[in-house]
């Protein structure tokens, strides 16, 4: 009974120890930056740790100018909770909150007037609404791509050994969509 009672002892003591501290982490204690200001485009958009609720790809179809699929853009998202609590919800829900999200890049394209790059700012706003049509107002404060990757539905064939320079495609062209991860 001695040694029980110790160990119990030791834990309450424990507890009471660290509770300061996990109080001020709770109620954010660490540094951030103000509600109010804004984050640059292009730098990772964080919360508080615990929030962060890491999505599966979501594979959404490209369209050309005439309707025709041309690509799939598969893109990595995040959510962030506006609580821990509510990021376990989030989690519990993610199926409901991915078959929104699906539904809704198939319905509406995500591409701008250029049909290889995704609108990722119009792309984030859609999908945050339908996170927070599942989830209910207040529970998901933001949804961040954190990548884009573009997969046309042809690729381009490698060049047959006679073709003129002038038809072959120019190496080294540059990317229209984000290329490192905005989450990290």
Not at 59 to 66: E, Y
């Amino acid at each position: 009974m001695g040694k029980a009672a110790s160990l119990f002892l030791a834990t309450a003591v424990a507890v009471c120890a660290f509770a300061p501290v996990l109080r001020a982490a709770e109620e954010g204690g660490h540094a951030t930056k103000p509600e109010g200001e804004s984050k640059k485009d292009g730098e990772p958009k964080k919360g508080k740790p615990g929030t962060n609720v890491d999505m599966p790809y979501l594979m959404a179809p490209i369209t050309d100018a005439d309707g025709k699929l041309s690509g799939y853009a598969y893109l990595s998202t995040r959510l962030t909770a506006s609580s821990e609590a509510n990021a376990l919800v989030v989690r519990d829900k993610l199926p409901f909150i991915q078959d929104a999200m699906v539904r809704d890049v198939n319905a509406l394209g995500i591409t701008t007037s250029d049909p290889e790059k995704v609108d990722v700012p119009a792309t984030e706003k859609r999908l945050l609404a339908d996170a927070a049509k599942v989830m209910g107002a207040g529970k998901v404060k933001v949804l961040t791509v954190c990548s884009v990757n573009i997969a046309p539905l042809h690729p381009v064939q490698t060049p047959a050994r006679d073709v003129p320079p002038e038809q072959m495609i120019p190496a080294g062209t540059t990317p229209k969509n984000p290329v490192k991860s905005r989450c990290d």
